[in-house]
Nanobody, 123 residues
Framework: QVQLVESGGGLVQDGGSLRLSCAAS????????MGWFRQASGKEREFVAAISRSGDSTDYAASVKGRFTISRDNAKNTVYLQMNSLKPEDTAVYYC????????????????WGQGTQVTVSS
């Protein structure tokens, strides 16, 4: 029902910033809450941030709160993750996901996933 494509990843220095974008195809983008997850090499996928359908409610993992900001533009079918003060421990593949549930943090409750974009933070 929706296809997701992440972009904006890359290599950045410790303390730098990146903005990830997730472009959705289809006509039902506003029907989904959206989330960002990440998976570091050898580790399980973990929750990063989530945003409600209208964008009026957000949730963040404790490890990124105050540094990352999730936002969405339903008119452009796009969700963003602004990442500031990046640390080497933020290095991971970042995935965009869509859920029919309300602003959820559990990966099992997301219905659609992008292919991911690599973020590497050098020390």
């Amino acid at each position: 029902q929706v296809q997701l494509v992440e972009s904006g990843g890359g290599l950045v220095q410790d303390g730098g910033s990146l903005r990830l974008s997730c472009a959705a195809s289809g006509r039902t983008f506003s029907s989904y809450s959206m989330g960002w997850f990440r998976q570091a090499s050898g580790k399980e996928r973990e929750f990063v941030a989530a945003i409600s359908r209208s964008g009026d409610s957000t949730d963040y993992a404790a490890s990124v709160k105050g540094r990352f900001t999730i936002s969405r533009d339903n008119a452009k079918n796009t969700v963003y993750l602004q990442m500031n003060s990046l640390k080497p421990e933020d290095t991971a593949v970042y995935y965009c996901a869509a859920s029919v549930f309300y602003r959820v943090s559990s990966s099992g409750l997301y219905n659609y996933w992008g292919q991911g974009t690599q973020v590497t933070v050098s020390s």
